[in-house]
């Protein structure tokens, strides 16, 4: 899930930023410091958005940079357990796809891909349902639940989905199975 939220960092400006408005050279330094990095309690910074606060200003001894507390607002990425989200299968293995959600990839192990016993295809790089004939293969997009979260430090992260539920799964076979569901006559009891 997407959020705005307010941290707190220490900001390193070296010296080649001293010629800047202080703002600026603070903002630009905790972009360099934060975008891109894997916190566990805030996820992955996508952007700073706001400086919101700045105090300190300390010189470390053998450190040209001068040091500031700041507050600010960031763009960040964390996915919750239960969440549903979109995504793009980036690989297929005999053990499961990978799929981006967001920034990440999370991973659906072949027994959470579908209510279905799957094989793998090594040759076309795709995972088969035995019964239904369903495929999953590289850039399919896909529909899953967030199963499991646990974002560790120095950017290690496992994200689990599972599609073996109602309304998971491979979007085109969704879309198929809802245009079959129209065309069946209803049966009264």
């Known amino acids: 899930m997407y959020k705005i939220m307010t941290c707190r960092e220490k900001v390193r400006v070296a010296p080649s930023k001293f010629g800047m ?11 360099e410091q934060v975008e891109g990095k894997l916190y566990p309690d805030t996820g992955i910074v996508l952007a700073v958005t706001n400086l919101k606060t700045v105090t300190g200003g300390d010189i470390v001894p053998e450190d040209g940079a001068i040091f500031y507390e700041a507050e600010f607002e960031c763009l960040a ?19 499961g796809a990978f799929i981006r959600i967001g920034p990440v990839d999370a991973m659906a192990h072949v027994s959470q891909i579908m209510d279905d016993k799957v094989g793998y295809n090594e040759k076309a790089g795709m995972l088969v349902g035995k019964k239904t004939g369903i ?6 997009l896909v529909r899953g639940r967030v199963a499991s979260v646990s974002l560790g430090r ?25 245009k079959s569901a129209k065309k069946r006559p209803e049966r009264k009891g």
């Open 154 to 178: 120095g950017g290690r992260s496992k994200i689990a989905l599972t599609m073996r539920q109602p309304g998971l799964g491979v979007l085109a076979e969704i879309e198929k199975e809802k």
């Open 21 to 31: 408005d202080i703002n600026d050279a603070i903002k630009e330094s905790l972009r």
């Open 77 to 95: 990425f964390i996915p919750e357990l239960n969440e549903i989200a979109v995504g793009q299968v980036v690989d297929v293995t005999a053990y």
């Open 135 to 140: 495929k999953l293969k590289k850039d399919d």
